[in-house]
């Protein structure tokens, strides 16, 4: 299950941009992201029911591998390109709304730390969300999901309820805030938040169904025969 940019793309704007915008995640939501809130709804996909049409399509050519260029673009490009636009721009909306500007400090003991903890954590929470998003994305290859349908996967499902529960852990408990370095969301980010799922998994419902339009046979209407 992808989701490796969004995690790079947040230390490479804190680097490029010569510390002018604060580090959007931290070393630990990092450790928490791949250790917990990933791994049950990635071992799921694994034991997920194949979709249908699988058994009819040709085999693959010899010399292809697993990985190919058309599974990378669609991992790194489409499903973690979109969340990390949704990540960093949660992550900047937060902190603008608290009277943040570029090169603005917001360490600790100054006056914009409060606004940088709820901003990280808008970072971490939304790459959870994306994560969501990504897991019902990858459920299928080509078919929609509507045609297998949401519950197909009950592993998927009970490793997703983990995931949203270890995240408000995170999020809302005050011994893992001290922790992680997190603080709670209002009902206003949780609103941005929201969408982030369906925005992963909605792209590329689209990118599948134009997949499958262009692989559809061209029927070539049959001709009357001639006297």
């Known amino acids: 299950m992808p989701i490796a940019v969004p995690e790079v793309v947040p230390f490479l704007v804190f680097a490029l941009s010569g510390g002018a915008i604060p580090l959007p995640l931290t070393v630990l939501q990092i450790l928490a992201i791949d250790l917990e809130t990933e791994t049950l709804p990635a071992l799921a996909l694994g034991r997920g029911p194949a979709e249908p049409g699988t058994m009819d399509r040709p ?3 010899r010399g292809s591998g697993v990985i190919d260029r058309g599974l990378l673009l ?7 390109g979109i969340s990390a636009l949704l990540v960093m721009a949660g992550f900047l909306l937060t902190l603008t709304r608290a009277g943040w500007h570029p090169g603005d400090t917001t360490g600790s003991g100054r006056s914009l730390h409060h606004a940088y903890l709820p901003a990280t954590t808008m970072t971490f929470a939304g790459i959870v969300a994306c994560q969501i998003g990504t897991a019902f994305a990858a459920r299928t290859d080509r078919v929609s999901l509507f045609t297998i349908g949401v519950r197909s996967n009950p592993l998927l499902l009970w490793g997703i309820v983990f995931e949203l529960v270890f995240t408000a852990a995170v999020i809302y ?10 603080a709670g969301l209002g009902l206003s980010q949780l609103a941005v938040l929201l969408p982030f799922p369906v925005l992963v998994w909605g792209a590329d419902e689209l990118f599948r169904l ?6 559809a ?6 001709q009357p025969a001639r006297p």
């Open 59 to 61: 085999p693959r050519p």
């Open 74 to 80: 669609r991992a790194w490009l489409l499903l973690d």
């Open 173 to 182: 408990l005050p011994l893992l805030q001290d922790v992680f370095g997190t």
């Open 210 to 215: 134009r997949r499958r339009r262009s692989a």
């Open 217 to 222: 046979p061209v029927l070539v209407p049959l």
